[in-house]
């Protein structure tokens, strides 16, 4: 990262910096993994994303869990994403990652959606350790397979536990696609859920993870 400035205020601390010959703006919390990760002139979970960059083929990308769009302002400009589309239910996040969409010209490319992801449609409440904002909401989720019908080369999926329900609605795209996934597990026993799911839709046990909290690679068997 070249030329990298970083302006703060109470709720949103903004970097700027050039990368690969583009400039990039991301907007975030004060003090989140992604505002520390991006002072020390990284991406948040940069070794991921830079695999991503290397072996993902062209298609549509979904940001499951997409926070304030890190990851989806990355896809957007530097992978091989045909489109992003971008699934978060928690208003402030999702302001975020409108901001973060306008502010790096992905409108065209980029697709925002406040909502979360499952195998039904539902409400849900959303709870946040967050210090700024608001701990409880009530959000909406949908199954993916009902918003997203090209084809999908990545999922990345990262939910707070509730990644196995995200990908049971995603079950279309999966078996139709294949696409190279990427998700987030905290237990044994959540990975061996998700890895049986997987496993059932034709995919290989996950011999490699990625970041601080463990993340998944599946590939197709």
């Known amino acids: 990262m070249d030329r990298h400035s970083r302006k703060s205020t109470e709720n949103i601390t903004t970097h700027q910096f050039l990368y690969a010959g583009r400039m990039v703006r991301i907007n975030c919390e004060p003090g989140s993994r992604i505002d520390t990760s991006l002072v020390q002139e990284k991406f948040y979970e940069h070794k991921m994303l830079g695999y991503i960059t290397r072996t993902c083929k062209a298609g ?45 010209r992905l409108e065209s490319k980029v697709t925002p959606f406040l909502l979360g992801a499952a195998e039904k449609s539902n409400t849900f409440e959303i709870r946040t350790n967050s210090a700024i904002h608001q701990s409880r909401y009530i959000g909406v989720c949908v199954p993916v397979d009902t918003v997203v019908q090209e084809p999908v080369s990545l999922i990345k999926v990262d939910v707070e536990g509730m990644e196995l329900t995200a990908l049971k609605g995603a079950r279309r795209i999966i078996t139709q696609f294949k696409p190279q996934i990427f998700v987030e597990s905290h237990t044994e026993e959540h990975l061996a859920e998700i890895v049986d799911y997987l496993v059932s839709l034709g995919y290989q046990r996950p011999q490699t993870s990625f970041n601080a909290s463990p993340t998944w690679e599946f590939l197709p068997a």
């Open 60 to 104: 549509a990308f979904l940001d499951i869990g997409a926070n304030c769009g890190h990851h989806s302002v990355y896809f957007g400009l530097f992978a091989a994403s045909t489109r992003v589309y971008c699934f978060e239910p928690f208003p402030n996040h999702y302001d975020l990652l409108v901001r973060n969409i306008e502010e790096n």
